[in-house]
């Protein structure tokens, strides 16, 4: 099927949105990771999306098991280290979404990939952003030694200032502020943050074509200033 023909498996809001992740996009302000920065690691994650019951776009997230080594009992977006036989960033957040909760690769559309998010630990994150053509289609079969729960949550929540708070940090004698979103569902409250939340921000960004309500501040390797972040800042100075 050629790129401008209409998929009939989504909607049309869906088209417009695939049309505009698939157009090359305007690269961001200090978006490099830091030159003292040196990726030995590389892993991906998979953004994936779906029109929720009112029509709005939501994504999946996980609870990482409180059995795992690192970062157990956090959320998550699907996904893992890169492995020999993965080919690129775009299969390995396929396989990694597929042996963490079940879903076939077959249902995801592929739309495009965020410039990549690193850690102080040296891994480089690719962020893979899909939309699921089918929600009704995935049967969630998680792995209990990898995944507690599976949920969504709205993507435009990442851009209000509501139900966020945030803390100042230092690394690399520079200060950034990492962001906590607050999300409560079927009695269960869940914390999405640190570079889970980054990522989703800017994917937010991308696809509701807008800045967040509030000022990033992200640390260098995550992308640094953002345009959005130098207007509050200039403004702020002003009062």
């Given at each position: 099927?050629?790129?401008?023909?209409a998929?009939?498996?989504?909607?049309?809001?869906?088209q417009?949105?695939l049309q505009?992740?698939?157009s090359?996009?305007?690269t961001g302000?200090?978006?490099?990771s830091?030159?003292?920065f040196?990726p030995i690691k590389?892993?991906?994650v998979?953004?994936?999306l779906?029109?929720?019951?009112?029509g709005n776009?939501?994504?999946?997230?996980?609870?990482?098991?409180s059995?795992?080594?690192t970062h157990s009992?956090e959320?998550?977006?699907?996904g893992g280290?890169?492995?020999e036989?993965?080919p690129?960033?775009?299969?390995t957040?396929?396989r990694e979404a597929?042996e963490?909760?079940?879903?076939?690769p077959?249902?995801?559309?592929v739309v495009?990939?965020?410039?990549?998010?690193?850690t102080?630990?040296?891994v480089?994150?690719?962020p893979v952003i899909g939309?699921?053509?089918?929600k009704?289609?995935?049967?969630?079969?998680l792995n209990?030694?990898?995944?507690?729960?599976?949920?969504d949550?709205?993507?435009?929540?990442?851009?209000?200032?509501?139900n966020?708070?945030a803390?100042?940090?230092e690394?690399?004698?520079?200060?950034h502020?990492?962001?906590f979103?607050?999300y409560?569902v079927?009695?269960?409250?869940?914390?999405i943050w640190?570079?889970?939340a980054?990522m989703?921000?800017r994917?937010?960004s991308?696809?509701?074509?807008?800045?967040?309500?509030?000022?990033?501040?992200?640390p260098?390797?995550w992308?640094?200033?953002?345009?959005?972040?130098i207007?509050?800042l200039q403004?702020?100075?002003k009062?």
């Amino acid at each position: 099927m050629g790129s401008n023909e209409a998929d009939p498996r989504f909607s049309q809001r869906i088209q417009a949105l695939l049309q505009h992740l698939r157009s090359p996009q305007p690269t961001g302000i200090n978006n490099s990771s830091s030159s003292q920065f040196r990726p030995i690691k590389r892993a991906s994650v998979l953004i994936c999306l779906f029109e929720g019951d009112d029509g709005n776009l939501r994504v999946l997230l996980t609870l990482r098991a409180s059995s795992l080594s690192t970062h157990s009992g956090e959320v998550a977006l699907p996904g893992g280290k890169r492995e020999e036989g993965d080919p690129n960033d775009v299969e390995t957040a396929l396989r990694e979404a597929k042996e963490e909760i079940g879903l076939d690769p077959s249902l995801v559309t592929v739309v495009t990939s965020l410039e990549p998010f690193g850690t102080k630990y040296g891994v480089t994150i690719t962020p893979v952003i899909g939309i699921l053509s089918n929600k009704d289609a995935f049967t969630p079969m998680l792995n209990p030694n990898e995944v507690e729960a599976l949920f969504d949550v709205p993507l435009e929540m990442f851009l209000k200032d509501e139900n966020r708070r945030a803390v100042e940090k230092e690394w690399m004698g520079k200060k950034h502020l990492v962001h906590f979103f607050d999300y409560e569902v079927d009695n269960k409250k869940y914390v999405i943050w640190a570079v889970t939340a980054a990522m989703l921000i800017r994917a937010a960004s991308l696809v509701y074509q807008r800045p967040p309500a509030f000022l990033e501040l992200r640390p260098s390797i995550w992308g640094g200033l953002t345009e959005n972040d130098i207007l509050i800042l200039q403004s702020s100075s002003k009062q």
